[in-house]
């Protein structure tokens, strides 16, 4: 590792050596005296001279050994993790330590640069998912906002009719609707993301709260003539924020709507499930292929992109954290060309 300039003290000072050297010359010199306590002879202070001098060599050469040993065995791991570490903070997140053992096992370096990879391969993906938000953000924005631009250019002409001037301001307000919609399903999850929205906990009846959400689609279910069945438990009682609930209704009925053919059908049903409460929302539409199915509660992921002009992609993330907000979940179990099932378990 080469040399920081960060770095201005020792870990293993200078003092640590004498010490280390003290111990031995201690531990050698008490051997040796107790070596020469048992003989006599005339040279004894030659020989104690040479003993000396042999103690005091062997002592600096293990000082020297162990510097060696600590600088190229025991620190190289963390050279090693400091330089993989300066190259994360450097934006690289492809940065991957490969295991220093031969033998198959794992010490405590190892576990540590297991956990080093785990986290570079989070941050990775991360960054991924940030650049693809930046970049989806981008395009939704600006699909309405060249509507609206486009639209409002024509409006300009003299020579449109009453009729083209209505259509036309009709498609604005769309485009301006599906910009709102956006900007707002945005902000809800960066609260939510940041754990910013606080809720406002009180009891209500579940299923009234159901058969709310259902009448605002009720036009819709006409027009497509979607045959509706459901099964609401009148008994259910929740303790949550109704408020935002509704979302978490709202976004999964309007897809069973969105993808439900003519003449379809959908079915809606709320029960209790020991301590818990399962709302079920079951659509007969073109369903989720299966590689998707992990995906669909990515921001911005649309699974069918033959509807992607009648949604953003954030509904189904807006559920997921909404729910996670209240320690509840959702799962999602599709068939292709059958349809899909939405099953929500929430705490009673």
């Given amino acids: 590792m080469k040399n920081d300039p960060r770095v201005n003290a020792k870990s293993f000072t200078f003092r640590n050596y004498i010490i280390i050297f003290l111990i031995m010359l201690f531990f050698c010199g008490s051997y040796a005296g ?61 940065v991957r330590l490969t295991p220093m053992r031969k033998d198959g096992m794992k010490d405590e370096f190892e576990v540590l640069f297991d956990d080093f990879n785990t986290m570079t391969a989070e941050l990775a993906s991360t960054e991924i998912l940030k650049n693809d938000f930046v970049s989806n953000v981008s395009h939704e924005l600006k699909t309405p906002l ?11 002409c003299d020579e449109l009719t009453p009729e083209e001037r209505k259509e036309y301001s009709r498609r604005i307000g769309n485009a301006a609707s ?18 910013k929205i606080k809720p406002a906990l009180r009891s209500f009846n579940l299923s009234e709260e159901l058969s709310r959400c259902i009448l605002n689609y009720d036009t819709l279910l006409d027009e497509k003539e979607i045959e509706l069945e459901t099964q609401l438990d009148q008994t259910l009682i929740l303790c949550s924020d109704e408020s935002l609930l509704d979302m978490v209704w709202n976004n999964l009925i309007s897809n069973a709507v969105k993808f439900t053919p003519q003449k379809g ?3 809606i049903e709320a029960r209790q499930e020991g301590h818990d409460v399962l709302v079920t ?10 590689e998707a199915i992990h995906r ?15 949604g953003n992609g954030l509904g189904l993330a807006l559920v997921k954290r909404i729910l996670h907000l209240f320690g509840g979940d959702i799962s999602v179990s599709s068939t292709p060309q059958k349809g899909s099932v939405f099953t929500v378990r929430l705490s009673a």
Avoid at 62 to 80: D, E, G, K, N, T
Avoid at 296 to 310: G, L, M, R, V
């Fill in 265 to 267: 059908k959908i079915g």
């Fill in 281 to 290: 929302i079951s659509d007969s539409g073109c369903g989720i292929p299966p």
């Fill in 34 to 94: 107790l070596y020469f306590l048992q003989i006599k002879s005339t040279d004894l202070i030659y020989v104690l001279l040479s003993m000396f001098t042999y103690i005091v060599v062997i002592s600096i050469a293990v000082c020297i050994l162990f510097a060696f040993f600590r600088r190229r065995v025991l620190m190289r791991p963390v050279y090693r993790l400091c330089e993989a570490a300066q190259k994360v903070a450097r934006g690289d997140f492809s």
């Fill in 146 to 156: 060249a509507v609206i631009q486009n639209y409002a250019t024509i409006l300009q």
């Fill in 296 to 310: 669909i509660f990515d921001k911005f992921y649309q699974a069918d992109s033959s509807h992607a002009t009648q």
């Fill in 178 to 195: 599906r910009l709102s919609v956006l900007v707002t399903n945005i902000l809800q999850i960066n609260r939510l993301d940041n754990q």
